[in-house]
């Protein structure tokens, strides 16, 4: 009777190191990003990343709401990431729950470590992220989105932020973890950073991973970020590659 109701644990990797989903270690999932999804944002971007969907919006320069944030010399950076309560097959309650509170906390001060906050003092730059469905790695995404969407309204930046997780798996370290590989394995290490200098924005983990374990997660991570870079630079390509009349329907 003990076992009752306990799930099944699943072979993450095969004998041949292949992954649940047919990738190898170091493949991504599919990744789509759409640049300028929302005309009515100052700038936005839509990320398919395996089966998470993740929008982004931004909104800013302007005024600061509540006025007491405002600084004099610098912009706030202010995010809003949130799951919807339709994005996961479990039940989950409407609104923001500290889990949502933590990670906007984080990717606020991300992005604090690469926008040129100070030219635009006693404003405010709002980034709001919504999941709609999520499969593990939502943080990576919805960072990517964010960043994509700062880059579409104009905020000037020191450059984009790529993000991704890597994890450890059956013993293994592996790139982009989806759901079962979050669930079910032993680690999860999301991460973002500036391509061009590797200077690491943001780095956690959950789980336990030997010294030589970490060092392999963190290459194998940026080579991951600078796929997903290239990505990301290729969506604000085709956007502004579009005529000024389009870009409203875009």
Not at 83 to 89: G, I, L, P, Q, R
Request: hydrophobic share 40%; glycine share 8%.
């Amino acid at each position: 009777m003990g076992n009752v109701g306990a799930k099944e644990v699943p072979v993450l990797l095969s004998p041949d190191g292949r992954r649940i989903d047919g990738r190898k270690l170091d493949e991504l999932r599919e990744i789509r990003i759409r640049a300028g999804a929302l005309h009515q944002a100052d700038g936005s971007a839509f990320v398919e990343w395996g089966a998470n969907k993740v929008m982004a919006a931004v909104y800013g320069p302007r005024e600061v709401h509540p006025r007491h944030l405002q600084q004099n010399d610098k912009a706030v950076i202010q995010c809003r990431y949130n799951m919807a309560a339709f994005s996961v097959d479990e039940r989950k309650r409407p609104g923001l729950d500290r889990r949502s509170q933590e990670i906007s906390k984080v990717i606020a001060e991300a992005f604090e470590s690469v926008v040129f906050a100070e030219e635009y003092p006693r404003t405010s730059i709002d980034i709001y992220i919504e999941v709609l469905q999520a499969n593990a790695g939502t943080r990576c995404a919805g960072l990517v989105a964010a960043s994509v969407a700062l880059a579409d309204a104009g905020i000037p930046m020191v450059d984009l932020l790529p993000a991704v997780a890597v994890g450890k798996i059956g013993g293994a370290i592996a790139l982009d973890l989806k759901k079962e590989e979050d669930n079910f394995g032993e680690a999860d290490l999301p991460m973002a950073l500036v391509p061009q200098s590797g200077r690491l924005v943001l780095l956690q983990m959950e789980g336990h991973m030997t010294e030589a374990e970490l060092a392999e997660s963190l290459d194998l991570g940026v080579k991951g970020c600078r796929d997903i870079y290239e990505k990301m630079k290729q969506a604000l390509r085709e956007r502004y590659a579009l005529r000024p009349s389009d870009r409203g329907a875009a």
